[in-house]
């Protein structure tokens, strides 16, 4: 079974250590060593607790999805078309790879996706395979403009 409590930070060094991680993931553990104030070395045996832990949960590139033929953003609320359908929707469309983000949410939907896409058309297509893959109905959001995302998760 899954241990759902989440991971907390032990003190201000941790909390230091992941504050500059969400800053600058490419960080360098001399870096790191004089931000906190402590050795490279216990700064390492830090960064790999923090990690085991689960506090740190991996590191990624941020690319910019015009970049790579998807400038269209859009978020994608499902709502299945029969409440005593199973709540499977997520398995349902992991495969759909232009979905970048699946969250449960409250209100009237039970999902709302963020997905990116070439085009409108393709928005189109894909609003139709989810469609078919969940057996759900969708109100979709279209991004006009993106003023940040991807923003630092800092501790508290």
Do not use: W
């Amino acid at each position: 079974m899954a241990n759902d409590t989440p991971a907390h930070l032990d003190d201000d060094i941790d909390a230091g250590i992941v504050r500059a991680m969400s800053l600058d993931g490419r960080a360098t553990l001399a870096e790191l060593s004089t931000t906190v104030g402590l050795s490279v070395s216990a700064v390492q045996a830090r960064l790999r607790k923090l990690e085991t832990r689960g506090v740190i949960t991996g590191y990624r590139a941020l690319v910019d999805p015009e970049s790579v033929g998807k400038p269209l953003a859009a978020f994608v609320e499902i709502t299945p078309l029969d409440p005593g359908q199973p709540d499977n929707a997520p398995e349902l469309l992991e495969h759909l790879t232009e979905i970048e983000a699946c969250h449960s949410i409250a209100g009237d939907s039970a999902y709302m996706l963020l997905v990116r896409v070439a085009s409108p058309r393709h928005l189109e297509s894909l609003i139709r395979d989810i469609r078919s893959a969940a057996s759900v109905n969708t109100h979709t959001t279209v991004v006009l403009q993106t003023f940040y995302e991807n923003r630092p998760i800092l501790p508290s």
